[in-house]
């Protein structure tokens, strides 16, 4: 079941992503994060307006994504970065797919234009997917994240929303 998310989502949430924290160079974070903090990242996703949904199964929550803010300055406000999550054992079953379709449909309903997916690079199947969705590659920025003892790019995908068939 994917449905939006509240505070109450938060140590779900942190659990996922903390994996990838831990053991992955697709966040560029390097420490934990407390239930709290991620509890005060949902709020100011939803305090903006913007979408944060989860992916709910009768153990918990097995995949989360949101919509926060472009950047802060007031020109950006049309524009967004999209990303999904999803717990370990949920990879490969097409969660990501459900996820980013249902976070695209409701975006369609919203005033945003511009709609930008980061990618730590190679990954492959993060790519699929948002090549998937109509997001085309931007920019490529070389070594730019240092984790694990590696230099990682980062790519940027974007696609304008309201060019899209809503």
């Given at each position: ?45 939803l ?24 950047h ?46 980061g ?9 699929a997917?948002?090549e ?16 694990f003892?590696?230099?990682?790019d980062v ?12």
């Amino acid at each position: 079941m994917i449905r939006p998310a509240t505070p109450d989502d938060a140590q779900g949430v942190a659990d996922i992503y903390n994996h990838y924290i831990d053991n992955t160079v697709v966040t560029f974070e390097e420490v934990r994060v407390t239930t709290e903090q991620m509890a005060q990242r949902i709020q100011a996703v939803l305090d903006q307006e913007l979408i944060w949904l989860v992916a709910a199964e009768q153990g918990g929550l097995v995949g989360y994504a949101y919509a926060s803010p472009w950047h802060a300055r007031a020109a950006y406000r049309y524009s967004v970065e999209i990303s999904a999550y999803l717990a370990p054992d949920a990879v490969g079953a097409g969660l990501g797919s459900k996820l980013y379709s249902a976070l695209l449909q409701e975006l369609k309903n919203t005033s945003i234009h511009s709609v930008i997916g980061g990618i730590a690079l190679p990954n492959a199947a993060s790519v699929a997917l948002h090549e998937k969705y109509g997001l085309q590659k931007a920019a490529h920025y070389k070594e730019v994240g240092y984790k694990f003892g590696q230099w990682i790019d980062v790519g940027y995908w974007q696609m304008l929303i309201d060019e899209q068939d809503k």
